[in-house]
């Protein structure tokens, strides 16, 4: 089975522009996490699709939206992007629905602001 | 809220010695705890994980226990290779469906010839 993608794979944007990751889950996995990691403050969760529906939110601003679609691909978008928001974008998948379900993340999106 | 707390590093080690990284936790009941690696310049990997209390999970020559009783999920290696060096993510996800992992800081691991 083929992994989890990221595209791109590195980013270069200014302040104040918008910026949007994509990801595609492993076959057959319906569940997709994103996390923010930086030197500072380690990795973080963003938010968790399920289904279509944001399941789980993170402790980011409204600038930090997602999506995911029918065939489970998501979105993430940053608006308004600052300085401090330059770090790994990482996405994970799994198959959704047990509670003890492992998520296997990507290579993740490298975003720098400048 | 929970918590995932490592030993910070660097740890520096010889080919063929025996690593350790340690990892406490703080949760509300029983999580899955999972140790992930990360190579530079990329993801993580998942390296291995335990669902429940005295489960030990293995994988590449690593080994970690879930000790219930002292909330810990140490990681170790009897023989490290250079190709070892990395960092090594302790990581826990509650039982409830939907829930986010709680991750440690990560502890670097360099591994000298």
């Known amino acids: 089975k083929a992994g989890v993608t990221q595209t791109p794979r590195y980013l270069i944007k200014t302040r104040g522009q918008q910026v949007t990751l994509s990801c595609s889950p492993i076959s057959g996995h319906r569940s997709v996490s994103w996390y923010q990691q930086t030197p500072g403050q380690g990795l973080q969760f963003l938010f968790e699709y399920f289904s279509e529906t944001q399941r789980n939110k993170g402790n980011f601003p409204g600038r930090f939206s997602g999506r995911q679609f029918s065939n489970s691909r998501s979105e993430m978008n940053v608006s308004t992007l600052e300085l401090g928001d330059s770090a790994l974008y990482l996405c994970?998948?799994?198959?959704?629905?047990?509670?003890?379900?492992?998520?296997?993340f990507g290579p993740g999106t490298r975003l720098t602001v400048l | 809220g929970d918590s995932v707390t490592q030993m910070e590093g660097p740890v520096t080690l010889s080919e063929e010695a025996f690593l350790t990284i340690n990892c406490t936790y703080t949760a509300t009941g029983y999580p899955s705890l999972f140790w992930y690696v990360q190579y530079p310049g990329e993801g993580l990997q998942l390296l291995l994980k335990?669902?429940?209390?005295?489960d030990k999970g293995s994988n590449k020559g690593f080994e970690a226990t879930y000790r219930k009783e002292t909330t810990s999920f140490h990681l170790e290696k009897g023989s490290v290779q250079v190709s070892d060096s990395a960092v090594y993510f302790c990581a826990l996800l509650p039982k409830a469906a939907g829930n986010k992992l709680t991750f440690g800081g990560g502890t670097r691991v360099l591994v000298k010839p």
């Open positions: 994970a998948s799994r198959t959704g629905g047990g509670a003890a379900d492992t998520q296997y």
């Open positions: 335990a669902t429940k209390a005295d």
